[in-house]
């Protein structure tokens, strides 16, 4: 079987947790085999609600007090008893930052591999192969598994597109009886970090608009932040951007910052270096306007503009707003 297991972020399923619901199904129909959702976690009824939507064959119901907070001791545990009572061939995770931390514990408990960060998978060759970035995203290892125990993944954020996801309906509900005491919790949680301390969770946003060094300087931001107030967008940066000090760190997209699959995304004078290009490349609707018309950004690109951001954005905002 196939195990997927969903991510209680206050109250609503991680949204990197969905996506791997999408590789479980695509995975347990290429490999004929059941699949099984797991909600893990204290106060699991919103989360379970949403969850019997996704077709699977089961659903399983893991709830306790003690998995309130978070803690690495209490979720390795409770993992650790669901995969020696159910051995699954592959169990899924959302790469977030709670799975970074517990599910190696469970790797080295149980002794079967933890294939983290995967960027996409090949269904189609004789022994699924899975790859992921490696070298701060400069190669792209392919990786096989070939333990017999089952094996642990966990999906970059937009590896799936939620689009994809089959609604259904589980054919049975089961609880799963935990056991897990006060005792078994060594560590003490701190409060639960937020992606930003704003408030701004550019990693759920429908729209951003980001801002690169071709910006020019501080003074030219209230440009690109128009553009993001006419679309009802979020406002995001590249690196230097941040560096410079025009935008706080919690703007920032790539492989040191937030990754993000808007619907659109506006890239402003961002020439799509590859640490960049890996925290937004799951976009659904790219936008680039770059000077350089070889810049690396139209590569992925849906659309590209090629001519000077700050002549363009202004009259772009001048017309969205007489929408
Ligand atoms: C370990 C490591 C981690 C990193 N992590 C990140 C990360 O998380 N996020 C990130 O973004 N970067 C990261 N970087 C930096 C990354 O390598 C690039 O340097 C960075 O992404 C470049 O940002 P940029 O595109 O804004 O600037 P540049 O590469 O300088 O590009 C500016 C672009 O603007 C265009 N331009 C200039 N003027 C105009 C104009 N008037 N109109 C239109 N276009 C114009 C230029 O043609 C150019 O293409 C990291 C680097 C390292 C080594």
Known sequence: MILVVLENQRGKIHPFSIESVVAGQKIAKSLNQPLSIVCVGDNIDNIHESAKQFECNELILASHPLLKTYSADGFSKIMIDLIKSYSPKYCIFGHSYMVRDYVPRV??????????????????????????????????????????????????????????????????????????????????????????????????????????????????????????????????SSRPVVDMGWLPPFRQIGSSGQTVSPKLYFALGISGAIQHVVGMKGSKNIIAINKDEEAPIFEIADYAVIGDLLEIVPLLTEELRKR
Request: aromatic fraction near 6%.
């Open 107 to 236: 790797s080295a408990n149980l002794s079967i591999p933890f294939i983290s960060d995967i960027t996409s998978i090949n269904l189609s060759s004789q022994n699924i192969q899975f790859s992921k970035q490696v070298f701060n995203a400069k190669l792209l290892s392919r990786i096989e598994n070939e333990s017999t125990n089952g094996c642990l993944l966990s999906f970059q954020s937009a590896a799936f597109s939620s689009d994809e996801l089959l609604q259904g309906a589980p054919k049975k509900v089961t609880n799963f009886e935990i056991n897990l005491n006060d005792s078994d919790i060594r560590s003490t949680t701190e409060e639960e970090f937020q992606e930003s301390s704003s408030g701004v969770d550019l990693s759920t946003a429908e729209l951003i608009v980001s801002v690169g060094r071709g910006i020019d300087n501080q003074d030219n931001i209230p440009i690109a932040e128009d553009l993001a107030k006419a679309l009802g967008a979020e406002l995001a």
